[in-house]
């Protein structure tokens, strides 16, 4: 039983490239990010480099969930999207469709044994 699933993309006027998601274990803030590498890996120096403030926002919103314990999208997709500035179509997303995203992981403090 799959309970959290998403997308990361990153479209623009002639580029449509995704990473997809699903997980019945929590999906937590360093899954993020490894899915966020994945998508930057499969775009070339170009796509990148026009992407790459849209990039770095959407791993600062991934940190921010996570420090607020994670992205809950209840029985409502959430999406949120990270526009270039001065293009119409450039943008990197991040889709939460189904369950929790971002959640903190924790770790063991061995000090505290």
């Avoid at 274990?25 to 590498?37: Q, W």
Wanted: glycine content about 6%; proline content about 3%.
């Amino acid at each position: 039983m799959i309970l959290n699933r998403g997308r990361f993309q990153a479209q623009g006027e002639k580029l449509e490239k995704s990473v997809p998601w699903s997980k019945s274990l929590p999906f937590y803030d360093i899954d993020g990010h490894a899915c966020m590498d994945d998508l930057v890996t499969m775009l070339n120096k170009k796509q990148n480099a026009i992407r790459a403030k849209a990039f770095d926002d959407a791993r600062s919103y991934i940190d921010r969930c996570s420090s607020n314990g994670g992205v809950r999208s209840s029985d409502v997709k959430k999406s949120k999207s990270f526009r270039v500035k001065s293009t119409m179509h450039e943008r990197v997303d991040i889709e939460v469709n189904s369950g929790t995203a971002f959640e903190p992981q924790l770790t063991l403090n061995e000090d505290s044994e």
